[in-house]
Nanobody, 130 residues
């Protein structure tokens, strides 16, 4: 199973970026995808997650307090891709962004901890200039 993040880059404060997390060889019928980020010298932080089941049910989409109202996570099952739309970016959003996946449905994905994710991408750098 591979997760490949893309869409990172350099943007000015107030700008937007859309990150993509493309999956391969993952049974996408039941899945939980979580975006994490890690800034230099800081612990990795979970920022947004989404979960869907094979019967079409969607779990509760969760956002961390630091990104709530600015970031939106979405799921394109047909493309096996999860997106993170990031608006109103701030310099403190500068970090390496990772997506992580688990091949299970989790209604409250915000409760899922880092070690419970089986698959991780390589990360994509987001830099927000002031």
């Amino acid at each position: 199973v591979q997760l490949v993040e893309s869409g990172g880059g350099l943007v000015q404060a107030g700008g937007s970026l859309r990150l993509s997390c493309a999956t391969s060889d993952l049974t996408f019928d039941d899945h939980t995808i979580h975006w994490f980020r890690q800034a230099p010298g800081k612990e990795r932080e979970g920022i947004a997650c989404i979960s869907s089941s094979s019967d079409g049910s969607d779990g509760h989409t969760h956002y961390g307090d630091s990104v709530k109202g600015r970031f939106t996570i979405s799921n394109d099952n047909a493309l096996n891709t999860v997106y993170l739309q990031m608006n109103s970016l701030k310099p403190e959003d500068t970090a390496v962004y990772y997506c992580a996946a688990a091949n299970v449905f989790t209604y409250f994905c915000g409760s899922r901890l880092e070690y419970e994710y089986d698959y991780w991408g390589q990360g994509t750098q987001v830099t927000v200039s002031s």
